[in-house]
């Protein structure tokens, strides 16, 4: 089944899940910021095929996720290393792990934890605060399409004026 391109649409999560949407492209880079950086090592670590590793290495260096770099202390062999964009994607990994804890575990199933390595401590839970510093939920807030950018938003004042 051929797979249909969310590239060129104007949704940004639309855009992202063209880029990284696969779930192999995500344990890779899930991998990366475990430290993984050679082939073999990915393979192991995900027990994927040589064929479908290559092609999403490919795809995760085409895109600016991952960049190879030769390894120091062996001719010829390149590692993977996680670019600044693919560093920026940190967030989201830990996100959906804990997106993953909260509802794909049963409560006494046992998982792996993120911890801080200075402390030792698991990492705390995310959560996005508005400029006021109050946690947001998506009730809190919409989404403006782009046709919707050259306009400017109507407060609520505004709109009761216009009734």
């Known amino acids: 089944m051929k797979r249909t391109s969310l590239g060129d649409v104007e949704c940004p999560v639309a855009r992202a899940l063209d880029e990284i949407g696969d779930w192999w492209s995500?344990?890779?880079?899930?991998?990366?910021?475990?430290?993984?950086?050679?082939?073999?090592e990915f393979q192991k670590s995900l027990g994927i095929s040589k064929g479908i590793l290559t092609a999403r290495l490919k795809h995760l260096v085409s895109i600016d996720v991952l960049e190879t770099a030769p390894v120091s202390d062996e001719g010829g062999y390149q590692e993977y290393v996680l670019t600044r964009k693919g560093r920026d994607l940190f967030l989201v990994t830990v996100s959906l792990r804990q997106w993953a804890e909260d509802h794909c575990f049963g409560k006494a199933e046992r998982h792996s934890i993120l911890t801080e390595k200075v402390s030792g401590k698991r990492v705390p839970r995310l959560s996005l605060q508005g400029r006021d510093g109050k946690e947001l939920d998506a009730s809190m807030?919409?989404?403006r399409k782009a046709v919707d950018l050259d306009t400017p938003r109507k407060t609520g004042a505004r709109r009761a004026a216009q009734r």
């Open 26 to 40: 995500l344990l890779i880079i899930r991998d990366a910021f475990d430290g993984v950086r050679r082939f073999t």
């Open 141 to 143: 807030t919409f989404v």
